[in-house]
């Protein structure tokens, strides 16, 4: 029985260090290349548009993180209820982005350990961030899916307001 165990845990171990990821800017930046409808920029630093949304994918691999945002509007121009609004957004539609503001902006973002990415996870992100821009102001959501989002449903009928999207992002 002891032996059963072991085997058992054995394979367990197996399975969970070769699915392990090993990314890198390298590899990386070949997804951002196949993905992106123009790019710029330095490795680890890239700044792309993937259909006529601009973004940026921030990396640094000594800390293991990598970041993927897309430019919204300036953060000046919410008001409470549309900041409410994306924060309830956070918990309940935009899944594995989130809105954030830095330097003025509100952002799409997408924030991850680098080295535990997966190709999947990367062209996901890309399409998210998108999504999650995109539906600023009507749906709130990075993709069709949607957790829980009852007191979403009604702004997806009819936008509260107009938004001005993209301003100022010749800013980043």
């Given at each position: ?153 009604e702004k997806k009928?009819e936008p509260k ?12």
């Open positions: 029985m002891i032996m059963k165990k072991w085997i058992f845990l054995v394979f367990i171990l197996i399975g969970l260090f070769s699915q392990a990821q090993n990314m890198t800017n390298e590899i990386l930046g070949e997804i951002i290349t196949r993905k992106a409808d123009t790019l710029a920029g330095i490795t680890g630093n890239w700044q792309l548009v993937y259909k006529d949304t601009p973004m940026l994918c921030v990396t640094d691999q000594k800390n293991n993180r990598m970041r993927i945002i897309a430019p919204i509007m300036e953060s000046k121009n919410l008001d409470k209820d549309l900041l409410l609004d994306s924060m309830t957004a956070n918990f309940h539609s935009a899944l594995d982005v989130k809105y954030a503001i830095s330097n003025g902006i509100l952002w799409s973002a997408y924030v991850h350990p680098l080295k535990e990415l997966t190709t999947e996870q990367v062209e996901s992100a890309i399409s998210q961030v998108y999504y999650a821009a995109k539906t600023f102001g009507t749906t709130f959501s990075s993709t069709e899916l949607l957790f829980g989002a009852g007191a979403l449903e009928k307001k107009e938004i001005i999207k993209k301003e100022n992002t010749e800013k980043f």
